[in-house]
T-cell receptor, first 113, second 114 residues
Framework: NAGVTQTPKFQVLKTGQSMTLQCAQD?????MSWYRQDPGMGLRLIHY???????DQGEVPNGYNVSRSTTEDFPLRLLSAAPSQTSVYFC????????????FGSGTRLTVV | GDSVTQMEGPVTLSEEACLTI???????????LFWYVQYPGEGLQLLLK???ADDKGSNKGFEATYRKETTSFHLEKGSVQVSDSAVYFC?????????????WGLGTSLAVNP
């Protein structure tokens, strides 16, 4: 089925560990993005990309890195996990214009202890 | 700046009741407007959209009309079901040159009791 695939679904990290959250889409969408969702704070944009080789920061980029080597994949790297990064992470993609709306992955629930 | 304001939840209704979730916005230019739904434990799904003034988006019995004069995009359903229990997010897209920005409301939780 066409869509956005995120892995893993759940992850527990210790403070200071690093990890990569994977995101892949098969709809040939130019635009991909990463959000975190925290209670009472809605969705906050971490990083986004408008095409392969192009990435930019969102509103909460600190502690995260991204790259976009292909149209399909947009991994999110946590460099040194902190308890403040405990959250649910969503990857979303769309055509560049965005008027068709975004397609979201099912999310990764991350806990940093 | 650009913003979206949704009514606070949680909203609790009985099955077959009428639903309205208010959404108002401030934005420069001519935004496109969206409602997304998030069922428990899942990602967000696009529910409906409207890209210009007076457009009505509709899906699964839900409707919302783009009202430029009141800068609103209220979500309505005439008869809710237990399966409509979810969190609903209002959002808008604004453009500035080649840049696009998606602005989210904080979400409104809906619980429908049998």
């Amino acid at each position: 089925n066409a869509g956005v695939t995120q892995t893993p679904k759940f992850q527990v990290l210790k403070t200071g560990q690093s990890m990569t959250l994977q995101c892949a889409q098969d709809m040939n969408h130019e635009y991909m993005s990463w959000y975190r969702q925290d209670p009472g704070m809605g969705l906050r944009l971490i990083h986004y990309s408008v095409g392969a080789g192009i990435t930019d920061q969102g509103e909460v980029p600190n502690g995260y890195n991204v790259s976009r080597s292909t149209t399909e994949d947009f991994p999110l790297r946590l460099l040194s996990a902190a308890p403040s990064q405990t959250s649910v992470y969503f990857c979303a993609s769309s055509y560049f214009t965005g008027d068709g709306g975004y397609t979201f992955g099912s999310g990764t629930r991350l806990t940093v202890v | 700046g650009d913003s979206v304001t949704q009514m606070e939840g949680p909203v609790t209704l009985s099955e077959e009741a009428c639903l309205t979730i208010n959404c108002t916005y401030t934005a420069t230019g001519y935004p496109s407007l969206f409602w997304y739904v998030q069922y428990p434990g899942e990602g967000l799904q696009l529910l409906l959209k409207a890209t210009k003034a007076d457009d009505k988006g509709s899906n699964k019995g839900f409707e919302a009309t783009y009202r430029k004069e009141t800068t609103s995009f209220h979500l309505e359903k005439g008869s809710v079901q237990v399966s409509d229990s979810a969190v609903y997010f209002c959002a808008l897209t604004v453009y500035a040159g080649n840049n696009r920005k998606l602005i989210w409301g904080l979400g409104t939780s809906l619980a429908v009791n049998p």
